[in-house]
């Protein structure tokens, strides 16, 4: 009979003796990674009661029952996008219970990406970067590292490394377009919003946020701060100033978009704005040049046939395009049969043959009008002389001021009349003030001087001999002008000073 000896009661339940044959089972579950050696102590008994005792040891063999295990030791999360090539950025251990070859593993990463796994020391990996990182590109990394063992069949088992890429400043703003252009009507408002440009940053957060300014420069040598501001928030750019076109057509100005990054990044753009014209110049007369005190005038000879050139119209217009297409009219004439004008050109014909019965003196009003919306024109006088004889000149004196002969007129008897008053006024004037200065003046005696100073302005001092006592003392002043009479009683030098209420006549009295 067999039976066992002393044995823990572990053993009791993973193995089984049979009684009679002595073989041994396996009645529970080994594992080689828990106990690879078991030692049973075997009692043979037979019917006489003798024993015997042996010891049964018992080697488990290894199953590639363990799958690795990954295990993640340091790992550097976010990692900048502008690391170097090879820099470490964790650090992996791989661990497999299993024996011998059954624990001999192959790490691997499953997808493409910039990263790889280093042996290190045993059972360790590094992982490391194999190219650059760009986080504008891609941002975020999940790593899938697999690890797989040697065994029959073969285990294995995965770990996902989320990997994310902070934010380095390595892009600078880039506009939307190359270049811009923008058409402003001169005599605009100031602060009116000419355009607007746009810049992009890849970057995140402040690296990637744009502010807007103007370079500095000039125009026509005054700063561009003069003409434009932009809005560094939005890039709408503004006019400071009403432009005028017929100052300057177009100019330049270069706009910089710079970002919040350290150090910052920036890039700039040509911005070219072009004025466009509008019709706010009225035509110029060139010829014949405005009436002054010279007259000029064309003299047409009495045989002039129909269609003779007789004179011409010369003007500009300082706008452009349409706004300064001229087209000429006489708008007054003495005879309105006897001469044209070409309607562009300004040229003054002869409509028909000149007879004996015309006038002499000729004067056409022109108007010179542009072609703009609303249109403005200008007029001017054409003075002509029908004549061959150049002794007939100075008649010309008659037509250039009979038009103004009567106001002349009006003129010289106003001045006139302003004059001979203003001289009868002077007259009556002196001739007062020489009567009056012929007539007896009232003097009195004054016991103290008073100084001049102390006198009002526009009065004079009146010394005199009277009947009044010395005692008492006045002031006299007189105005120079009307020489009327006013008495200030100032101070007395005894008690009987004559009362400031009493008049001096009673005084006197």
Known sequence: MYEFGPISNELNYLFSLDPKTGDISIAGQVDFEKESIYELSIQAKDGSGLTSFANVVIEITDMNDNAPVIYIKSLSNPIPENVLLGTEVGIIQVQDKDSEGNRQVRVSIQQNVPFKLNPSIKNYFSLVTTSELDREIISDYNITIIATDEGTPPLSSSKIIHLSVSDVNDNPPVFEEQSYSTYVTENNKPGFSMCSVTARDQDWRQNGMVVYSLLHSEINGVPVSSFLSINGDTGVIHAVRAFDYEQFRSFKVHVVARDNGSPPLSSNVTVSVFITDENDNSPQILYPAPAGN??????????????????????????????????????????????????????????????????????????????????????????????????????????????????TSYLIIGLVSVSTFFLTFIILILAVRFCRSRKPRMLFDGAVAIPSAYFPPNYAEVDGTGTLRSSNNYDAYLTTGSRTSDFKFVRSYNDNTLPADQTLMNNLN
């Open 294 to 407: 010279s007259l000029m005038t064309e003299m047409v000879p009495k045989a002039a046939l129909a269609g003779s050139l007789v004179s011409k119209v010369i003007a500009v217009d300082a706008d452009s395009g349409q706004n300064a297409w001229l087209s000429y009219q006489i708008v007054k004439s003495i005879d309105p049969g006897l001469f044209t004008i070409g309607l562009h050109s300004g040229e003054i014909r002869a409509q028909r043959d000149i007879s004996d019965s015309d006038s002499m003196k000729q004067n056409l009003v022109i108007s010179v009008k542009d072609n703009g919306q609303p249109s403005l024109s200008t007029t001017c006088d054409v003075y002509l002389l029908i004549s061959d004889n150049l002794a007939e000149v100075p008649e010309l004196k008659d037509m250039a001021y009979e038009d103004s002969s009567k106001l």
